[in-house]
């Protein structure tokens, strides 16, 4: 299971479409709010705090992970992670480390798997990388 913390309590209603919309809404403890992005962004101690709480608050539903719905967020992961003592999931991050792995599986000439998740949903496309030598 995972939690999700997030800015203002207004993305709540967007995470949990595009969660429900990646069909894991049945592993999701719940979305929390926390304080406004600005305040996150310049390392306010209340905002601060406040993420540290919602981690807390999410640990105590049963999270056993929790992914950082911020990018404002992105700093406070390593100290939230050793803090809670639960893995605290940068979603900057790990996109970035995704994207990386695709574009190396692509530029091999390898099969790049796309997964909605689901076991009943699984695609495989095969994608060659882009002719840059002008020859076609």
Do not use: W
């Amino acid at each position: 299971s995972f939690g999700c913390v997030t800015s203002v309590a207004e993305a709540i209603p967007v995470l949990e479409r595009n969660i429900h919309a990646l069909g894991l809404a049945r592993y999701l403890t719940s979305i929390r709010a926390s304080a406004k992005v600005l305040d996150i962004a310049s390392g306010d101690t209340s905002a601060v705090a406040a993420v540290s709480d919602a981690v807390a608050a999410l640990r105590e539903e049963g999270a056993s992970s929790v992914v950082l719905g911020c990018s404002a967020m992105s700093p406070l992961a390593g100290r939230l992670t050793h803090e809670h003592q639960v893995p605290v999931i940068c979603g900057v991050t790990a996109a970035c480390h995704l994207a990386a792995a695709l574009i190396r599986t692509v530029d091999a000439g390898g099969a790049l798997a796309l997964s909605s998740l689901s076991p009943q949903d699984t695609q495989v496309v095969k994608m060659q990388p882009p002719d840059l030598t002008g020859t076609t």
